[in-house]
Each structure stands twice: as C-alpha cells, then as structure tokens.
C-alpha cells in the first residue's frame, strides 16, 4: 500500500528554520519524482519542490529558490525539504506527493496521485 506521511511542521519566527521530512512506503523513492507542494488559507495549491528519481533532479519555485533544499535518503525512504530564511508568506500546509507514472516531470498538481495528509508551517512573530 503506497503511503507518504510528512512530518517537521511548527511554529517558527521569520528568518528561522524548519525541515519537513516526507516518509514513504509501499514503493521505492528511488523509482519516483517526489513533489512537495503547499496550499495556505484562501489560496491555490502550488508546488514548491521536486526532487526526480533515480537522477535526483532538483526544481524549486522562484519564491523559495535559494531558502530551501530538497533532498532524498534513499536508505530511509524518505524526502525532505530544508527551509531556512523562512518568510511569513511561507505560512501554509505543506504536502509531498508522488508523480503518477509516465507523466513529465513537473509541479502540475494533477499529476501527482498519492499525497500526504500535509503538516502545517507557522512563520510569525
């Protein structure tokens, strides 16, 4: 049974840091593009970051381009998203996701078909 679960989420002032970790099962990271993606209130979701599978190609969105790394511990199963110089407008409910088999490597969310239950980022003061 193919299950991503995020953790890492909290309360940070601007400027911090926090790292989401996304846990698989059920599959191998290695064979999968990973996407996180976030959805604050009122708002769209929007892809933030993937990291692609076995050629570990990395895209970030321009906004967190520089702030935060993707990475993938293979050994762990597991996909995480470093986030540093963090900004009130990163404020939302972060979720990773598996790119759907065949599908061009992108963060076109209906691409994705299996995401987690998501873990809320708190940046304020």
């Known amino acids: 049974q193919v299950q991503l679960v995020e953790s890492g989420g909290g309360l940070v002032q601007p400027g911090g840091s926090l790292r989401l970790s996304c846990a698989a099962s059920?599959?191998?990271?290695?064979?999968?593009?990973i996407g996180w993606f976030r959805q604050a209130p009122g708002k769209e979701r929007e892809g933030v970051s993937y990291i692609s599978g076995s050629a570990s190609s990395t895209y970030y969105r321009d906004s967190v381009r520089g702030r935060f790394t993707i990475s993938r511990d293979n050994a762990k199963n597991t996909v995480y998203l470093q986030m540093n110089s963090l900004k009130p407008e990163d404020t939302a409910v972060y979720y990773c996701a598996r790119l759907k088999t065949g599908y061009f490597t992108s963060l076109w969310a209906p691409a994705y078909n299996f995401w987690g239950q998501g873990t809320q980022v708190t940046v304020s003061s």
């Open positions: 059920g599959f191998s990271l290695n064979d999968y593009t």
